[in-house]
């Protein structure tokens, strides 16, 4: 009896238990398929499943070139893009992947919060730019929208540009932010953004180089995957108890100290 005869005589309710086993085997080849993917760590709000550095830095694109740093960025060997007053006397230090689901969970759930805190001048946040999912998944999609949002930091862009790019964000295996006309055409949606010398940093690859040595950064820190979130040292994103509440109580309470 052919397989398509026997399920056909099975009942509705056998029928539907053979699906769901299809279901289950396809997802676990699925699964193989995504080199280091697993489960790192939940936020209560973001609940989203962190990327594993298991190829970090290994995205297989062209980074040759000198190390041109986006204006203003500080920190070891200037891999930071810093936000906020340098005078807060708290610090959020966010590794991140603009193709990281997990990491534009953890923006959707806090970003209003860190905000209003940077904006007060209460929390300086400091971003750093890794390439995981391009090492994981194969593709070019991290490092370009990585290098895009370094140049909207050379003119200032960067807080407005990095959201726009989270708000955007294309499905996982959906390598999207590699074509530089995507990237390009999302600095539409950034006042000022969208000039010849963006335009020109963008397909260059002005501050590819720059994206490769922060992903390497990311690779020898020992960091789980992305996103990796540090509160004044301390990892938050691993605290289960977190809450973008509770973030801004500790940083208040840090700014009266």
Same mark, same amino acid.
């Given at each position: 009896?052919?397989?398509?005869? /026997?399920?056909?005589?099975?009942?509705? /309710?056998? /029928?539907?238990?053979?699906? /769901?086993?299809?279901?289950?085997?396809? &997802? @676990?080849?699925?699964?193989? #398929?995504? !080199?280091?993917?697993?489960?790192?760590?939940?936020?209560?709000?973001?609940?989203?499943?962190?990327?594993?550095?298991?190829?970090?830095?290994?995205?297989?694109?062209?980074?040759?070139?000198?190390?041109?740093?986006?204006?203003?960025? +500080?920190?070891?060997?200037?891999?930071?893009?810093?936000?906020?007053?340098?005078?807060?006397?708290?610090?959020?230090? !966010?590794?991140?992947?603009?193709?990281?689901?997990?990491? @534009?969970?953890?923006?959707?759930?806090?970003?209003? !919060?860190?905000?209003?805190?940077?904006?007060?001048?209460? #929390?300086?946040?400091?971003?750093?730019?890794?390439?995981?999912?391009?090492?994981?998944?194969?593709?070019?999609?991290?490092?370009?929208?990585?290098?895009?949002?370094?140049?909207?930091?050379?003119?200032?862009?960067?807080?407005?540009?990095?959201?726009?790019?989270?708000?955007?964000?294309?499905?996982?295996?959906?390598?999207?932010?590699?074509?530089?006309?995507?990237?390009?055409?999302?600095? +539409?949606?950034?006042?000022?953004?969208?000039?010849?010398?963006?335009?020109?940093?963008? &397909?260059?690859?002005?501050?590819?180089?720059?994206?490769?040595?922060?992903?390497?950064? $990311?690779?020898?820190?020992? $960091?789980?995957?992305?996103?990796?979130?540090? $509160?004044?040292?301390?990892?938050?994103?691993?605290?289960?108890?977190?809450?973008?509440?509770?973030?801004?109580?500790? !940083?208040?309470?840090?700014?009266?100290?």
């Amino acid at each position: 009896m052919s397989e398509k005869n /026997r399920v056909g005589k099975l009942s509705a /309710r056998e /029928r539907l238990a053979v699906e /769901r086993e299809k279901q289950k085997a396809a &997802e @676990k080849r699925r699964k193989v #398929l995504v !080199v280091g993917a697993s489960v790192v760590a939940v936020l209560a709000v973001a609940a989203g499943i962190g990327v594993v550095a298991a190829n970090a830095g290994k995205d297989g694109g062209d980074s040759a070139g000198p190390v041109v740093a986006p204006s203003g960025a +500080g920190g070891k060997d200037a891999l930071a893009i810093p936000v906020g007053k340098e005078s807060a006397k708290s610090t959020l230090v !966010v590794w991140e992947d603009f193709r990281c689901p997990a990491c @534009k969970s953890f923006e959707t759930a806090y970003r209003s !919060v860190i905000h209003e805190l940077t904006g007060a001048g209460k #929390l300086k946040t400091e971003y750093h730019l890794a390439t995981l999912i391009d090492g994981n998944l194969r593709g070019s999609g991290s490092r370009k929208a990585a290098n895009a949002a370094a140049c909207a930091q050379d003119v200032g862009k960067f807080p407005a540009y990095h959201d726009v790019l989270y708000e955007n964000q294309p499905q996982e295996t959906d390598d999207a932010y590699a074509k530089e006309a995507r990237l390009i055409e999302l600095a +539409g949606k950034v006042d000022g953004l969208d000039t010849p010398a963006f335009r020109a940093c963008v &397909e260059k690859g002005t501050h590819n180089a720059w994206v490769k040595k922060s992903a390497e950064a $990311f690779s020898n820190g020992g $960091f789980g995957g992305t996103p990796t979130v540090l $509160f004044n040292g301390k990892n938050i994103y691993a605290d289960q108890s977190m809450t973008p509440a509770k973030l801004k109580q500790m !940083v208040e309470e840090a700014d009266k100290g």
